[in-house]
């Protein structure tokens, strides 16, 4: 599982508005909770559909101390969310893979059995694969 820690800017609510939260690491991309405990589950949801079916690169987490420096952040409180990138959905990419005949039929009697495409196949292998590792 790969997770990063990102910084996330939180605007403060009271009895009648929200929480709302800033993601300066991901252009656009803000959400709000009702409750505080509640902040990181919508950050993941949020930076999850963020990159849905979008063509972008996984950005490194900026410096807190950098981004207080440019005036941007005021009258909030900085938090430290822990982001699952795997959980995150971009555009598929083309690849050319060469694999033994073999290795391809059992690949495609498998994933026929399990209802699923070559390709789905090889994703769900290759997260198992990564994760256990």
């Known amino acids: 599982m ?3 820690i990102y910084p996330a800017y939180v605007h403060l609510g009271d009895k009648k508005h929200a929480h709302g939260v800033t993601l300066p690491d ?5 959400t709000s909770a009702d409750n505080y405990i509640d902040l990181p589950a919508s950050v993941q949801e949020a930076v999850e559909l963020h990159f849905e ?3 972008l690169s996984i950005p490194v987490p900026s410096d807190i101390n950098e981004l207080e420096k440019t005036g941007e952040y005021e009258g909030g409180v900085w938090m430290l969310v822990n982001i699952d990138l795997n959980k995150l959905k971009t555009k ?3 690849l050319n893979v060469s694999l033994p005949s073999h290795i391809v039929k059992q690949m495609d009697d498998f994933a026929i059995e399990n209802h699923l495409t070559r390709s789905a196949l090889i994703v769900k292998a290759t997260e198992k694969y990564l994760n256990s590792h």
């Open 2 to 4: 790969v997770k990063m």
């Open 26 to 30: 991901f252009n656009g991309c803000f």
């Open 53 to 55: 079916g979008e063509n």
């Open 92 to 94: 598929p990419m083309r």
